[in-house]
């Protein structure tokens, strides 16, 4: 019922930029927070960075400064800006959904981010 549907991701080298999104759909009854998390091989899932509903937000601190999170909330999509990428940004990035309701969390199928040297 509910989709999360991810897009943006793919090769770029060092210093460029990606914009990934993620579009919400089958939440009826509104969502509390939307963000991206990265999972890299061998490591596990870690946050990237998160909005909540009143738009506050939130960056692992090894990204803060680099990437920027919004929200449409009209639409339910958040996407990230990544600038100035470093190899180390290589991990395949996942969006996640937290409802409100029933706190409900919901996760995207993953795109791929590889930062070249």
């Known amino acids: 019922q509910v989709q999360l549907v991810e897009s943006g991701g793919g090769l770029v080298q060092a210093g460029g930029s990606l914009r990934l999104s993620c579009a919400a759909s089958?939440?009826?009854?509104?969502?509390?927070?939307m963000g991206w998390y990265r999972q890299a091989p061998g490591k596990q899932r870690e946050l990237v960075a998160v909005?909540?509903?009143?738009?506050?937000?939130n960056y692992a601190d090894s990204v803060r400064g680099r990437f920027t999170i919004s929200r449409d909330n009209g639409r339910n999509t958040v996407s990230v800006q990544m600038n100035s990428l470093k190899p180390e940004d290589t991990a395949v990035y996942y969006c996640?959904?937290?409802?409100?309701?029933?706190?409900?969390?919901?996760w995207g199928q993953g795109t791929q981010v590889t930062v070249s040297s």
């Open positions: 996640n959904v937290v409802a409100h309701l029933s706190n409900a969390n919901y």
């Open positions: 089958g939440i009826i009854f509104g969502i509390k927070s």
């Open positions: 909005i909540t509903s009143d738009s506050s937000t």
